[in-house]
């Protein structure tokens, strides 16, 4: 046994000898070599590839030709994209046709074969749509090269980045068919990952689970390196596409991948067009230290004045925060202001870990000046975090703001309707000031706990310091709401009327003085399907909503362009009921059938719609489909 397992090895190493000689020759014959070993990195199995990442979204002239100059210089087999080539955003087929052969110009000088993937900006709309098909053939698609297989998605097939049943199936089905592959890469535009899929993504990654696989997206113009199911997620940053480039560790370079396919699987460096970077450069611990600072780097910040028109002299308030386990440093140099003493033109501020502070830096004018004729504030600003696995992870620039009563919008209450009573509270980071609050025609009086309110009522508050400076007034009116009733419905069946209509309206028009150009039953909220043509029409869903409890509930709606929702003869959410920038309303509702009016315009681009629903106070939305709905 000895015998055969000996003459195995010799074996080998006569067949490794002869193989590495007939490629390698040296006239060094000493015993000892100046060379480490001879294992060259030539496995005929193993391919190396690059990825070009977005291109358009504030594309940058230039910047993804030299991309094309790179990899001809680096070679690599072939060139994987993640989509947005064009800028997209168009029905005129010359303007389409002129923007692929522009793009098709500069990826033509490869020397070797380029992978097309859709992004938004490529399939923006049906037209678009075609247009790919007629240059390209196929949205998604899958090959395999040396055993490993690539599957390549189109995550425009549906509303909200998401896949159709239909392509989902395709790549169950594609997995299925290969699966003895030694590696699986995923290439799509949108990290849909991240989004809510109705379940589509999660029995792709359910499929995935038992080989070995990489995800690769786009999109967000924001590198991040994900470890997900044991997995390597990536959601790449630009190759020209709009970017702060604010620097490694915030994810925002411009860059192409470069993928080496060993027997091990991928190893991935970003190589920068101005260097390289490993494959984790900005990951999950970079961003928990990338959140914090890019949020102090808005510069929160609070200005109090003395009363009247003129400025004689005012605080300026800083708040910074530091969630993190790492120390941060900030340094701000003020400008010289010629109409202001700034009393601390140099600021250092040291964040310890878990630590929150507030800075004053108090200010007075040279001589009285009228608040609308005082100068912009300025500074410059730099940032670092003392890490030891992260060196250089700093961040700089220039900041200016207006010098007025500082704008409070510290209610937490978020909606301005409330049953039975309502809490309202006013929170802020600025410990040292004291807070003042009127409530309806009563005196002021000083804030120190949340107030609580019965009726109809109309609150204000503002912020003043022991010299007398103040900020603005905050004022918001709750109104207290009845429960809405439900109606009869004799024999409800599932889904809404609907009516569609074209015209060219840059405002919701009133649907009911127009005719319609078609009528129907809509099971389903995908309003594209509905239209007749790609831009300027409109739907007005009409039926009942289905209500299980008595309660007091918000409504939200994603609309591309416009949409609202009326229940009973009360318009809960439209454009105009904005909260944090979102479309949010709130009605409260009796268990039961309601008449509910869903209203939809389409200007020009993408066609969405959704709405969403929770109860008041309750964390998770819930999209609301065809099931909550009833016409008779």
């Known amino acids: 046994m000895k ?52 291109k358009q979204g504030g594309s940058r002239p230039g910047v993804f030709e030299d991309g094309v100059k790179k990899l001809n210089m680096l ?35 490869l020397k070797m074969p380029f992978f097309y993937l859709p992004g938004n900006h490529d399939i923006t709309n049906k037209t678009m749509g075609k247009e790919w098909e007629k240059l390209y053939g196929k949205r998604y698609y899958s090959f395999v090269y040396k055993n490993t297989l690539f599957i390549t998605l189109d995550t425009n097939d549906d509303t909200d980045f998401n896949l159709t049943l239909k392509q989902t199936d395709f790549v169950l089905n594609t997995l299925k068919k290969n699966e003895g592959v030694h590696w699986t890469f995923i290439f799509m535009h949108h990290p849909i990952w991240k989004y809510n899929t109705d ?95 890019l949020d102090n780097a808005n510069f929160n910040h609070l200005i109090l004045c003395n009363k009247g028109e003129n400025l004689t002299s005012g605080t300026l308030y800083l708040s910074f925060i530091n969630p993190t386990d790492t120390d941060l440093d900030l340094n701000i140099n003020f400008f010289h202001h010629h109409q202001l003493q700034i009393d601390k ?34 500074f410059d600003w730099e940032m670092k975090y003392n890490h030891p696995d992260y060196p250089g992870f700093a961040m700089h620039g220039r900041y200016q703001m207006t010098i007025e009563p500082g704008k409070t919008e510290f209610i937490n209450r978020d909606i301005n309707i409330f049953v039975g009573k309502a809490v309202i509270g006013f929170e802020h980071p600025y410990s040292a000031l004291e807070t003042i609050f009127k409530l309806n025609n009563s005196a002021e009086e000083k804030y120190t706990r949340p107030i609580e309110i019965t009726g109809t009522s109309i609150i204000s508050f503002y912020l003043k310091n022991s010299k007398d400076e103040y900020s603005s007034v905050e ?53 594209r399907d509905f239209a007749l043509r790609e831009d300027y029409w409109g739907l007005v869903f009409t039926g009942f909503i289905k209500i299980e409890e008595d309660n007091f509930y918000q409504l939200m709606i994603k609309a591309d362009d416009v949409g609202r929702i009326s229940i009973g003869n009360k318009t809960v959410v439209d454009e105009n009921t904005l909260v944090k920038g979102a479309n949010i309303g709130a009605v ?20 969405r719609l959704r709405f969403y629903i929770k109860k008041y106070g309750s964390e998770d939305w819930l999209q609301m489909d065809a099931s909550h709905f009833f016409h008779n």
């Open 588 to 607: 409260a509702l009796k268990k039961g059938y309601h008449p509910v009016r869903i209203e939809f315009l389409e200007k020009i681009g993408n066609q």
């Open 75 to 109: 070679l690599p087999e072939f060139v994987m994209c993640v989509g947005d080539l064009i800028p997209g955003y168009t029905t005129d087929t010359i303007v389409i046709k002129k923007d692929w052969n522009e793009v098709n110009g500069i990826i033509s000088g």
């Open 475 to 527: 004022t918001r009116k709750f109104e207290k709401s009845d429960f809405l009733l439900p109606v009869e419905v004799t024999n409800p069946q599932p889904g809404l009327n609907y009516k569609y209509y074209e015209g060219n309206w840059t405002t919701m028009p009133d649907f009911t003085k127009l005719k319609p150009e078609t009528d129907g039953v809509a099971n389903n909220f995908t309003v």
């Open 345 to 378: 033109p140099e600021v250092s501020v040291h964040l310890a870990a878990g630590i929150n502070q507030v800075i004053e830096v108090p200010f007075s004018a040279i001589k009285p000046i009228n608040l609308s004729s005082v100068d912009l504030l300025s």
């Open 199 to 293: 379940g589509r993504f999660g029995k792709i990654e359910a499929a995935l689970k038992t080989r070995k696989y990489t995800v690769i997206a786009g999109h967000e113009h924001h590198y991040q390196h994900s470890d997900r199911n044991e997995s390597n997620y990536y959601v790449l940053g630009t190759t020209g596409a709009g970017s702060a480039l604010r620097g490694n560790y915030l994810g925002e370079f411009d860059h192409i991948s470069w993928v080496t396919m060993t027997n091990n699987g991928p190893v991935i460096a970003n190589l920068r067009l101005d260097g390289i970077l490993s494959h984790d450069i900005s990951n999950d611990k970079t961003d928990k230290l990338a959140k914090p600072m």
């Open 3 to 54: 015998y055969i397992l000996l003459h195995t090895i010799g074996l080998i190493l006569i067949v490794s000898a002869c193989t590495t000689s007939s490629r390698f020759k040296s006239d060094v014959e000493t015993i000892k070599k100046p060379w480490t070993n001879l294992n060259f990195n030539n496995d005929p199995n193993n391919f190396q590839f690059g990825i070009m990442s977005d």
